[in-house]
C-alpha cells in the first residue's frame, strides 16, 4: 500500500479564501484522524472518523473548520474563510482496529499558509 | 485530561552514544502508547508500538519501555548514528470507550547525532 496520501502537499492562499485539504486513507483502515501541527500548540487533533462518520469533532477551532468522509477512501477538511492564524501543517492519519491495535500511520502533511 | 509531557526538548549527543528518551502521562488509564519519528518538513513515522499490558517492545536498535502505573515510558535508543537525528514523538491512546481512540502528542524531543 502507498500509504496515507495527502494533497496538497503546499497551500498559499489570501486570507478570506476557502481551503480545501484532502487525504487518502491506508486501504481497508477504518479510523481517519486528522490532526493540524504548530510550533506553539504541536499536535493537535481535529476530527475523527470511524467507518466514515465523524466520531468527535471537539478539537475543530471553529465554525469555519469542516470536514468530511464521503466515502471508506476519502475525507477532505475545508476552511472557509481562512485566517492567517489557521497556517500550520495538517496531518491526515489512519488506524485499523483488530490486531493492528489502532497503530496511527500518517501522511505526508499539508504545509498551508494563508497570508 | 490526559497530558503527556517528553524530557528534554532538545539533546545533542556524539555519534555511537546510547541515548534515552523520556515520556511522562497523567491518566495512567491507557490502551497504548506509540512513539513516531519526524524528519524535518516531513510526516511522523511510527516506530514502535506497546500495548497497556506490556513493559517493553524492540525493533532494531529502538527499545521501548512502558511503566503504566507511574505514567511512564522511554525510548533507548543504541548505538546512535548522524541518520538517528531527528525528532521523536510520544503519544498515548487512552482506554477502549467512546471517543478514547484519539492520539494525545507530547511535544517531542529533538535529537541531534553529531558525527
Known amino acids: 500500500d502507498a500509504g496515507v496520501i495527502q494533497s496538497p502537499r503546499h497551500e498559499v492562499t489570501e486570507m478570506g479564501q476557502e481551503v480545501t485539504l484532502r487525504c487518502k486513507p491506508i486501504?481497508?483502515?477504518?479510523?481517519l484522524f486528522w490532526y493540524r501541527q504548530t510550533m506553539m500548540r504541536g499536535l493537535e487533533l481535529l476530527i475523527y472518523f470511524n467507518n466514515n462518520v465523524p466520531i468527535d469533532d471537539s478539537g475543530m477551532p471553529e465554525d469555519r473548520f469542516s470536514a468530511k468522509m464521503p466515502n471508506a477512501s476519502f475525507s477532505t477538511l475545508k476552511i472557509q474563510p481562512s485566517e492567517p492564524r489557521d497556517s500550520a501543517v495538517y496531518f491526515c492519519?489512519?488506524?485499523?482496529?483488530?490486531?493492528?491495535?489502532?497503530?496511527?500511520?500518517f501522511g505526508q502533511g499539508t504545509r498551508l499558509t494563508v497570508v | 485530561k490526559q497530558e503527556v509531557t517528553q524530557i528534554p526538548a532538545a539533546l545533542s549527543v556524539p555519534e555511537g552514544e546510547n541515548l534515552v528518551l523520556n515520556c511522562s502521562f497523567t491518566?495512567?488509564?491507557?490502551?497504548?502508547l506509540q512513539w513516531f519519528r519526524q524528519d524535518p518538513g516531513k510526516g511522523l513515522t511510527s516506530l514502535l508500538l506497546?500495548?497497556?499490558?506490556?513493559r517493553e517492545q524492540t525493533s532494531g536498535r529502538l527499545n521501548a519501555s512502558l511503566d503504566k502505573s507511574s505514567g511512564r515510558s522511554t525510548l533507548y535508543i543504541a548505538a546512535s548514528q548522524p541518520g538517528d537525528s531527528a525528532t521523536y514523538l510520544c503519544?498515548?491512546?487512552?482506554?477502549?470507550?467512546?471517543?478514547?481512540?484519539?492520539?494525545?502528542f507530547g511535544q517531542g524531543t529533538r535529537l541531534t547525532i553529531n558525527p
Open positions: 492519519a489512519s488506524s485499523l482496529e483488530g490486531k493492528s491495535l489502532l497503530e496511527a500511520f
Open positions: 503519544a498515548v491512546r487512552g482506554v477502549r470507550i467512546q471517543g478514547a481512540q484519539k492520539l494525545v
Open positions: 491518566d495512567s488509564a491507557i490502551y497504548n
Open positions: 486501504s481497508g483502515h477504518d479510523y
Open positions: 506497546i500495548q497497556s499490558s506490556q
